[in-house]
Every structure is written in structure tokens, then in C-alpha cells.
């Protein structure tokens, strides 16, 4: 089965701090996802990305954050000032190739903002 | 009014009991529909994927898909301990052409008792 990476699996931060969550999506794929997990939430929606731009973004995706993809084959969210409501886990997701809606998930970066 | 609903449980069964999960939603335009596993701190995992009403099955897994009710079903036959898990509903329009990502239960914690 197809596998989505995160680097780092946990990062512990600094509120303002500016933080960098990395993902290798499954290759051959223009759609990718970022969502987050409060500790005993729901999953949600943050942003897609299609073709190197911002397809679609919930509320959440206020001006502190952005994506990028630097390369090739990485994917990354960033958070410019953090704030302690930032804390969660933050994962990405890739179709797995039959529809853009069915999504493999990586296994997350679980962000703590102190 | 939320989007998706769902029990948080937690639902406790004997192993090899037949399982049943459930989601309800109130947004007409969904018409696309998968159910994920996620352990404590990991990423969702997909377990099935379907495309507006009906079921489909998969090994011990069948999903029910009714949407002139707006309610959707996930069984899971001769239950395992190691089905133990948080069981996530999850949702999409597919605006966009997979733009509008996926909108979730708040997720069922399910416990298989041996």
C-alpha cells in the first residue's frame, strides 16, 4: 500500500515561534491535503493543494499559515507566529490514485506549542 | 447545526459480536463517503470508500450508504479485539473536483472485549 510520510513526529515549540511541518505525499499526485486534530476533536479540513496553488481553504487557514511545495516531492505547511491553540496534530493526505476524495493519510506531526 | 454527527461512544461488545457504527449528516450535497480507523496519536486509516446510496463489502466490513435518510452505516462482522479503535466517518461534495476535502465525525471509540 501506498505510504504518506510526516517529518517531524512530534514538535515542540515556543508560542510566536515559527514552525515547519513536512510531508512526502505519494508520488504522480497533484491534490494534497492538510488537516488537523485538537486532542479529542474531530478531524478538519485546513487547505487542498492542486498543481503548486491553493485549491481550497477552510477558516482555519488564516494568514499565520501557508503551504508550499519546495520540490518535488515535498509538501510543506507552515505556521509563521504559533499560538498555544495551534497545538494538534497536523496531518497530510494524498488520493490514493482512484478518486481525490479517497484520501491516505500520513501519520501525523503532533505539534505542542508552550 | 453540525455538519456530521456522530456517537463518540465509547461502544464496548464481546468479541465476535456484529458491530454497528453510525453517522448522520445534514448536508444534501455530500455524495461521497468513507470510514477511517485511527489508534490513540496515529493517523486515519481508510477503510472503506462509496460512492453515494448502497453498500459495499469488504472481508468482515460492509458500509451502507442511505442518503435520502442522510445516514450512513459501517458493520464489521465477527469483531476482533484488534478492531479496537476510533472509527471516523468522513464526507465529501467533491466540489471542485476534489477540491472541497473531507468533513468528519467527531468519531466512535469502539472496545472489543475478548
Known amino acids: 500500500e501506498p505510504e504518506v510520510t510526516q517529518t517531524p513526529s512530534h514538535q515542540v515549540t515556543q508560542m510566536g515561534q515559527e514552525v515547519i511541518l513536512r510531508c512526502v505525499p505519494i508520488?504522480?499526485?497533484?491534490?494534497f491535503y492538510w488537516y488537523r486534530q485538537i486532542l479529542g476533536q474531530k478531524v478538519e479540513f485546513l487547505v487542498s493543494?492542486?498543481?503548486?496553488?491553493?485549491?481550497?481553504k477552510s477558516e482555519i487557514f488564516d494568514d499565520q499559515f501557508s503551504v508550499e511545495r519546495p520540490d518535488g516531492s515535498n509538501f510543506t505547511l507552515k505556521i509563521r507566529s504559533t499560538k498555544l491553540e495551534d497545538s494538534a496534530m497536523y496531518f497530510c493526505a494524498s488520493p490514493t490514485g482512484r478518486a481525490y476524495n479517497e484520501q491516505f493519510f500520513g501519520p501525523g506531526t503532533r505539534l505542542t506549542v508552550l | 447545526q453540525k455538519e456530521v454527527e456522530q456517537d463518540p461512544g465509547p461502544l464496548s461488545v464481546p468479541e465476535g459480536a456484529i458491530v454497528s457504527l453510525n453517522c448522520t449528516y445534514s448536508?444534501?450535497?455530500?455524495?461521497?463517503f468513507m470510514w477511517y480507523r485511527q489508534y490513540s496519536r496515529k493517523g486515519p486509516e481508510l477503510l472503506m470508500y462509496?460512492?453515494?446510496?448502497g453498500n459495499k463489502e469488504d472481508g468482515r466490513f460492509t458500509a451502507q450508504v442511505d442518503k435520502s435518510s442522510k445516514y450512513i452505516s459501517l458493520f464489521i462482522r465477527d469483531s476482533q479485539p484488534s478492531d479496537s479503535a476510533t472509527y471516523l466517518c468522513?464526507?465529501?461534495?467533491?466540489?471542485?473536483?476534489?477540491?472541497?476535502?473531507?468533513?468528519f465525525g467527531k468519531g466512535t471509540h469502539l472496545i472489543i472485549q475478548p
Open positions: 448536508n444534501s450535497a455530500f455524495q461521497y
Open positions: 508520488s504522480n499526485h497533484l491534490y
Open positions: 468522513a464526507m465529501s461534495a467533491g466540489e471542485g473536483g476534489g477540491a472541497d476535502g473531507l468533513t
Open positions: 493543494f492542486y498543481n503548486n496553488e491553493i485549491s481550497e
Open positions: 462509496t460512492y453515494s446510496s
